[in-house]
């Protein structure tokens, strides 16, 4: 059974509107960390937010904010005013404290495509 | 710090020949990881070390697939004989024990094409 769903494969929008990324994950476990990370271009996967399952608090960093709903089991992202530096693809991801935290289970991520 | 350090960065090769990729993981962190990623699998873990002993591997596709770490600072990934299947991203990552869930570093990843 897939453990994180990203159903949306691709995201294209305009620089300056306001994206919002979807993530769904299964778990049975009580405590797990949910994670996003970013792979420009470039290639290189970046950590950009870690919640766990105990912080429902939304978290906001300058364009980026992250809505965290245990109840629907979603950990979505947003980004506000996208730019063109913002194309990448986003990886949700997952780690459950049966594995002790050690594995990373990725979504199949989103690729975000801005355009000027 | 220059980060999690891998190479090569694009090897090809062909079907038959051994592949070594190479990773030096960032000082003080103990543990290290290889992922490869492929469009039609997405990102998976193969194996990961704890102070350089090897401790989950399930994630290896087979017996063609060796990986070790024989000190702090150094962990290659081995295919032997390898396969046009094998064709991938190979990325090694590494973290240090905090609370919780560890925080991935990744490196730049060895794009491997096999022929």
């Known amino acids: 059974a897939q453990k994180v769903t990203q159903a949306q494969t691709e995201i294209s929008v305009v620089e300056k509107e306001d994206v919002t990324l979807d993530c769904v994950y299964e778990t049975r476990d009580t405590t797990y960390y949910l994670f996003w990370y970013k792979q420009p271009p470039s290639g290189e996967l970046v950590f950009l937010i870690r919640?766990?399952?105990?912080?429902?608090q939304n978290e906001i960093s300058g364009r980026y904010s992250w809505n965290f709903q245990k109840s629907t089991s979603s950990f979505n992202f947003t980004i506000t005013a996208s730019q063109v530096v913002d194309s990448a693809v986003y990886f949700c991801a997952l780690s459950e404290e049966g594995t002790g935290f050690q594995k990373l289970v990725f979504g199949t991520g989103t690729r975000l495509l801005v355009s000027p | 710090d220059a980060g999690v350090i891998q190479s090569p960065r694009h090897e090809v090769t062909e079907m038959g020949q051994e592949v070594t990729l190479r990773c030096k993981p960032i000082?003080?962190?103990?543990?290290l990881f290889w992922y490869r990623q492929t469009m039609m699998r997405g990102l998976e873990l193969l194996i990961y070390f704890n102070n350089n002993v090897p401790i989950d591997d399930s994630g290896m596709p087979e017996d063609r697939f060796s990986a070790k770490m024989p000190n702090a600072s150094f962990s290659t990934l081995k295919i032997q004989p390898s396969e046009p299947r094998d064709s991938a991203v190979y990325f090694c990552a590494s973290s240090t024990q905090g609370t919780g869930a560890n925080v991935l570093t990744f490196g730049a990843g060895s794009r491997l094409t096999v022929l």
């Open positions: 919640r766990n399952s105990f912080d429902e």
């Open positions: 000082s003080g962190h103990d543990y």
